[in-house]
């Protein structure tokens, strides 16, 4: 079973910046592609960006291009997404969702999900 255990959500200003943490197994970093989607109140859940470790590739959300980067420790095993130059618009519930393929992931339908943290940008 894959588990997926994310951190790093809160309130920022906006023009700051956070981090978000998504912890997994080690089979899973290493193997998986991993991803975050977000989902603002009142609105479908959308694709953020995604790593696939094995290609060496990420995708990234139009709407977050230059301002958010993918990151990993393999010691870890975790997943980092760093947010920067933050928007209201930016404000959401963020999910961190891996899957073995990578097409899974980028069209929005991963098969494991982590529970979620709350990020909210203030004007």
């Known amino acids: 079973q894959v588990q997926l255990v994310e951190s790093g959500g809160g309130l920022v200003q906006a023009g700051g910046s956070l981090r978000l943490s998504c912890a997994a197994s080690?089979?899973?970093?290493?193997?998986?592609?991993m991803g975050w989607f977000r989902q603002a109140p009142g609105k479908e859940r959308e694709f953020v960006a995604a790593?696939?470790?094995?290609?060496?590739?990420?995708y990234y959300a139009d709407s977050v291009k230059g301002r958010f980067t993918l990151s990993g420790d393999n010691a870890k095993a975790t997943v980092y997404l760093q947010m920067n130059s933050l928007k209201p618009a930016d404000t959401a519930v963020y999910y961190c969702a891996a899957d073995p393929l990578t097409t899974r992931i980028r069209g929005g339908y991963p098969d494991y999900w982590g529970q979620g943290t709350q990020v909210t940008v203030s004007s």
């Open positions: 080690r089979r899973t970093f290493s193997s998986y592609t």
């Open positions: 790593i696939n470790w094995s290609g060496g590739n990420t």
